[in-house]
T-cell receptor, first 114, second 111 residues
């Protein structure tokens, strides 16, 4: 019974295409995140939602658009994909904002843009 | 904003030895410091965390220490085993919002 699940696990696509990654958590957490892990393993936050509201939007190109239909789901849509978007994208969730709890990460989506 | 530096970038130890990874943070308001372990091709997993009102925390073979004055914290792994080989990340945040991660340490335990 996976706590944070992402689909797809692998995504290979051509430059210029539009793609989406889906994330769902069954932990009852209020806050969800998208992180990007580059080829050097560096983990950088992209977005954070608390109870469906966007609370963190880092300096990410506006080709990236998150959507949270409810607090258990956070999807990431990417338009006009570029080679530099190739990375592993992790979804994560945590308990109520401000409680100082660790994140639970999904298994990641490896995006390869060719 | 917060900035976290992590050292060393790679660490090789013999099985049974201890390993220490150090991190420094820049924002004195940060009060939550977790450590994550990421095995090859897997997700980062929380292994231990510490809050700013505590100086040290231990869980079996792993321990974390925090020096708020110097703004640094460290992960200590004793009696290392081959299964400890992984990438370890430190992170810092205010109350767990927006975790800022260090660049990671590749730990290799040689048997």
């Amino acid at each position: 019974d996976t706590a944070v699940s992402q689909t797809p696990k692998y995504l290979v696509t051509q430059m210029g295409n539009d793609k989406s990654i889906k994330c769902e958590q069954n932990l009852g957490h209020d806050t969800m995140y998208w992180y990007k892990q580059d080829s050097k393993k560096f983990l950088k936050i992209m977005f954070s939602y608390n109870n469906k509201e966007l609370i963190i939007n880092e300096t990410v190109p506006n080709r990236f658009s998150p959507k949270s239909p409810d607090k258990a789901h956070l999807n990431l849509h990417i338009n006009s994909l570029e080679l530099g978007d190739s990375a592993v994208y992790f979804c994560a969730s945590s308990e109520t904002l401000g409680q100082g709890a660790g994140y639970t990460f999904g298994s990641g989506t490896r995006l390869t843009v060719v | 904003g917060e900035n976290v530096e992590q050292h060393p970038s790679t660490l090789s130890v013999q099985e049974g030895d201890s390993a220490v990874i150090k991190c420094t943070y820049s924002d004195s308001a940060s009060n939550y410091f977790p450590w994550y372990k990421q095995e090859l091709g897997k997700r980062p997993q929380l292994i231990i965390d510490i809050r700013s009102n505590v100086g040290e925390k231990k869980d079996q073979r792993i321990a974390v220490t925090l020096n708020k004055t110097a703004k640094h914290f460290s992960l200590h792994i004793t009696e290392t085993q081959p299964e400890d080989s992984a990438v370890y990340f430190c992170a810092a945040s205010l109350y767990g919002n927006k975790l800022v991660f260090g660049a990671g340490t590749i730990l290799r335990v040689k048997s």
